[in-house]
Structure formats: structure tokens, C-alpha cells
């Protein structure tokens, strides 16, 4: 097993190969695909896109083939599962389906639940740049709709940044299930309340609201068990 000293601490580099490609491919696309950054800069992303995709998938080789053991069965059921996927990016021309299943095969060994906390600390923070570069003039405010406005804050359309607290909210809880504090709650109810003001998501409504009480409801009759 391969180790990365960064100061005083020791990292599994398979870990850390793993967490830095999914966090920088996560931000980049976030950045190039969902947001107004590409208005400002006066410039279609989509070629800087093409570029992070296969530097990801370069990565997620390089995890799979140097720093991962698969069985013999392990190694079948990733030759279909990798042949489906490519099948499905030679018929619709999209790559994300390819990187995501890369991901899943690369994600053996890993400690998903360290991983997780990264994505949501990294998920937080962009999600708050990309509203107060909104807020303050950066970043275009998107205003769409016909009978009533929507702001998007930052975001190409208003569902982006409906999806951007759910991933936010979802990844908060999963992370801090057993010890959810004030403070989590308040940034629960600032990012519900900035779509209920500005984008009005009603996907995301429903999905934080459902996530919310299913959180109270397990704590309450399934206690641990959940």
C-alpha cells in the first residue's frame, strides 16, 4: 500500500488520487456547466470541459489499473458494467455516464465517508461563492420565468441551484447524521430559504423536505438502526 506524507500526516495514495480527482472534476464541471461564469468570461466552456473529463478519466485509470486489486469476479462484472457504459457514450456522444461508472469502479478501497465529508466541506463553500458572486455582481443573476421571475444566483437556471442544496444538504446530513448541530440547521434553513426567495426549485422543496423528516423520523423510532 502506497503512502503520501503531507506534513505530519500519512495519506493512502489511492485515497488521495481518488478524493482530488472527484473533487476538481465536481468543482470544474459545477463552474463550466451550471453557472454564469462562462457569460463573463465571454467564452463557451465546453472545450475546458472536454479537457477535465479525460484528465478525470486518466486519473480513474491510473487508480483502477496501479493502485486497486480486484478479484476475478470483480474483474468480469467491470469489463461489462465499463463495456455498457461505453457503449452508451458511443450512441449518445455524452461522457458523463462513462466517468460516473469509472468512478464507482474506482471507488474500491476507498473510505467513502471521509470522501464524502470533502465533497460536502468543498460543495458548501462553492455553493456560498457562487450566490455571493451573484449577490454582489460577478456572476450574472439569471432572471427567467413569464408570469413570475426567478432569480438563478449565479446558476444557468433556477433547478441548478436547486440541485446544488440538495447534493448540499443531502451530503450534510449523510456526514453528521449521528451529530447534527445548530449550526447545520441554520445553513439548512439559509440555503431553503434563499430558493423559497430567488430560484423557487420546487424539486428541491420537496426533496429537502422529505430528507428532513425522514432524518427526524428515523431518529425518532429507529434511533441507531439507521
Known amino acids: 500500500m502506497i503512502y503520501i506524507k503531507l506534513g505530519r500526516s500519512k495519506w493512502e495514495a489511492s485515497q488521495v488520487v481518488f478524493d482530488t480527482t472527484l473533487l476538481i472534476w465536481t468543482i470544474l464541471t459545477i463552474l463550466f456547466n451550471y453557472t454564469t461564469l462562462g457569460i463573463v468570461l465571454g467564452r463557451d466552456l465546453t472545450m475546458l ?3 477535465v473529463n479525460r484528465i478525470a478519466l486518466i486519473f480513474l485509470l491510473i487508480k483502477v489499473l496501479f493502485m486497486t486489486k480486484y478479484c476475478s469476479n470483480e474483474i468480469i462484472a467491470i469489463l461489462v458494467i465499463l463495456g455498457g457504459a461505453v457503449m452508451t457514450y458511443l450512441q449518445s456522444g455524452s461522457i458523463v455516464m462513462l466517468i460516473l461508472t469509472a468512478f464507482i469502479v474506482a471507488s474500491k478501497d476507498v473510505k467513502i465517508d471521509t470522501t464524502f465529508q470533502k465533497m460536502y ?32 444566483l449565479g446558476f444557468m437556471h433556477p433547478n441548478n441551484y436547486g440541485a446544488m442544496i440538495i447534493s ?26 434563499m430558493d423559497v426567495m430567488f430560484p423557487k426549485s420546487k ?3 420537496y426533496v429537502v423536505a422529505f430528507a428532513v423528516l425522514l432524518y427526524f423520523a428515523s431518529r425518532e423510532f429507529f434511533g441507531e438502526y439507521i
Do not use: Q
Open 49 to 51: 470541459l472536454y479537457y
Open 203 to 205: 424539486t428541491a422543496y
Open 121 to 152: 466541506k468543498a460543495n458548501l463553500v462553492l455553493l456560498c461563492l457562487i450566490v455571493f458572486c451573484s449577490l454582489i455582481g460577478i456572476l450574472p443573476n439569471k432572471v427567467t420565468g413569464v408570469t413570475s421571475s426567478r432569480a438563478c
Open 168 to 193: 448540499v444538504i443531502l451530503l450534510m446530513l449523510y456526514c453528521n447524521w449521528e451529530n447534527m448541530k445548530l449550526r447545520h440547521w441554520i445553513i439548512i434553513i439559509g440555503l431553503f430559504g
